[in-house]
């Protein structure tokens, strides 16, 4: 699959990839958008993971598009959201999550791509593709879930127990 033809396809991308470009933050579709686009499913949900604030993104890409869409904050989960047409896109800054055994309030700070995908509930849905102009349309796949779509296997980035004791 020519993921960089799909992103061209679709002005959202290039708009998210102007934006991230403007503030100078690493920028990746991720989650169930890549899921399903490899398995050919219509998703309308884009979901935005950046090195950087979330919440800026969301409003440089509000800023960017001509409607102007509004953008809806949810400071108690990290993450900013707005409405193109039937487009749904939310926004986070990559985070990595630890947990004390008595409470289940993780404890969040920023972090790495690949700490955003480790804390993914399964590797399907840890895929991510590039937006900036290094990788844009690269699909970076840490724990094999295009295999594991390929398998039709279901399986946790780390081990099993760790995630479903963070996350259950």
């Known amino acids: 699959m020519n993921f960089k033809e799909v992103l061209n396809n679709n002005p959202l991308f290039a708009l998210v990839a ?10 990746y579709v991720v989650g169930g958008f890549v899921r399903d686009l ?8 884009l979901d935005f993971v950046c090195i950087g604030s979330g919440e800026a993104l969301a409003m440089k890409v509000a800023e960017l598009h001509p409607s102007k869409p509004q953008v809806t904050v949810f400071k108690n989960f990290g993450t900013a959201m707005l409405k193109v047409d039937d487009w749904e896109l939310e926004f986070v800054g990559a985070r990595k999550e630890s947990y004390n055994r008595d409470s289940r309030k993780p404890v969040v700070e920023n972090g790495t791509l690949e700490d955003d995908q480790n804390r993914r509930d399964f590797t399907i849905n840890a895929l991510a593709i590039g937006l900036n102009a290094n990788n844009y349309g690269e699909v970076l796949d840490s724990f094999g879930g ?4 390929a398998r039709k296997i279901i399986k946790t980035p780390l081990d099993s127990d760790i995630t479903f004791s963070d996350d259950p």
């Open 146 to 149: 295009v295999e594991d779509i």
């Open 38 to 45: 490899i398995l050919k499913r219509p998703c309308k949900d």
């Open 18 to 27: 102007s934006a991230a470009n403007e503030l100078n933050v690493p920028t």
